[in-house]
């Protein structure tokens, strides 16, 4: 049974600072690995994907990397802004069964100004 | 083109009660999924539908069921709700044409039951 942790449940630091939040997964026969946004009962906003032969993807300040054999993913912030303040989902998409998404349990991050 | 849909935004239900929980998908979208997302947890998949059909479900009880209409619309019905039914319901859309699980979330219906 595929499960996905997210480790640190929750994280603050102040702006600025680079961050690094951490992904994973105990299967590893995935299509691919996602990083999700979510604001405070919000919605999800997918920030990147990573296709399961791709080793990363970047966009503006984020930068998302995936090592698939050991079942881990890091998502990378760089100079972070009160902005980025959201809870973050990592989520799988399984081989077993496509139609789902499978997600973690997040790391609520919070800039401090 | 508008995006995802959620009606109503919340709602305050007895123990006992049903429910039914509105979406829209993104214009051009022919599959809908629900998740259950509970208090500080991540979202967990209900079912999908895929063209009118039931594509796929989580672990969830019957009493969770689910319709997609002709203009792929759908509805998340909960029968006898209990208390741990208290949740962010979550839909996404999307088409077959997409990367494999890329979804479009909508806000989301917030259910409360008491």
């Known amino acids: 049974k595929q499960e996905v942790t997210q480790i640190p449940a929750a994280l603050s630091v102040p702006e600025g600072e680079n961050l690094v939040l951490n992904c994973s997964f105990t299967d590893s026969a995935i299509y691919n690995l996602q990083w999700f946004r979510q604001d405070p009962g919000k919605g999800l906003t997918s920030l990147l994907l990573?296709?399961?032969?791709?080793r990363e993807q970047t966009s503006g300040r984020l930068n998302a990397s995936l090592d698939k054999s050991s079942g881990r993913s890091t998502l990378y912030i760089a100079a972070s802004q009160p902005g980025d303040s959201a809870t973050y989902l990592c989520?799988?998409?399984?081989?077993?069964?496509?139609?789902?998404?499978?997600f973690g349990s997040g790391t609520r991050l919070s800039i401090r100004p | 083109e508008t995006g995802v849909t959620q009606s109503p935004t919340h709602l305050i239900k007895t123990r006992g009660q049903q429910v039914t929980l509105r979406c829209s998908s993104q214009?051009?979208?022919?599959?809908v999924s629900w998740y259950q997302q509970a208090l500080g947890q991540g979202p967990q998949f209900i079912f999908q539908?895929?063209?009118?059909?039931?594509?796929g479900r989580g672990n969830f009880p019957p009493r969770f069921s689910g319709l997609q209409f002709p203009n792929y619309s759908s509805e998340l019905n909960v029968n006898a709700l209990e208390l741990d039914d208290s949740a962010l319901y979550l839909c996404?859309?999307?088409?077959?044409?997409?990367?494999?699980?890329?979804?479009?979330f909508g806000p989301g219906t917030r259910l409360l039951v008491l």
């Open positions: 214009s051009g979208h022919n599959t």
């Open positions: 996404a859309s999307s088409y077959t044409g997409l990367v494999r699980g890329t979804q479009y």
């Open positions: 539908y895929y063209r009118e059909e039931e594509n």
């Open positions: 990573i296709q399961s032969s791709q």
């Open positions: 989520a799988v998409t399984p081989y077993s069964s496509a139609s789902k998404i499978i």
